[in-house]
């Protein structure tokens, strides 16, 4: 997760559309994401990337569902994602929302 901040930093805006250097960076976010999430038996059952965000969802071993997002990278920076419990991959208000630093290790910040 630590090498993302580079990335991220490096993504172009190409305005209404998405950058080539945007749709690398989820692409590499969702992979390195889905393998911290399998530290705590975790798994991604949505993802979306949407106009420089991502957001998706994932469920833990106990099938609970939770909501994650990343804000629009170009404006908001890179650095923490928000999550929250969710009843399902519709349910786009859920619980509390928490944030979580994006580092190595961090699905062991989260309380999931």
Not at 74 to 87: N, V, W
């Amino acid at each position: 997760m630590d090498r993302l901040l580079k990335i991220a930093n490096a993504v172009e805006d190409y305005g209404g559309q998405q950058s080539p250097s945007f749709k690398s960076f989820a692409r590499k976010f969702k992979n390195d994401f889905a393998k911290e999430l399998i530290k705590k038996n975790c798994t991604i059952t949505s993802f979306n990337r949407g106009h420089y965000y991502v957001s998706g969802f994932f469920r833990n071993a106990d099938n609970l569902c939770f909501y994650f997002s990343i804000s629009d990278i170009r404006y908001f920076g890179f650095g923490k994602m928000l999550y929250r419990s969710a009843r399902d991959e519709k349910d786009y208000t859920g619980g509390m929302n928490r944030y979580v630093p994006i580092t190595d290790g961090m699905t062991f910040l989260m309380d999931i």
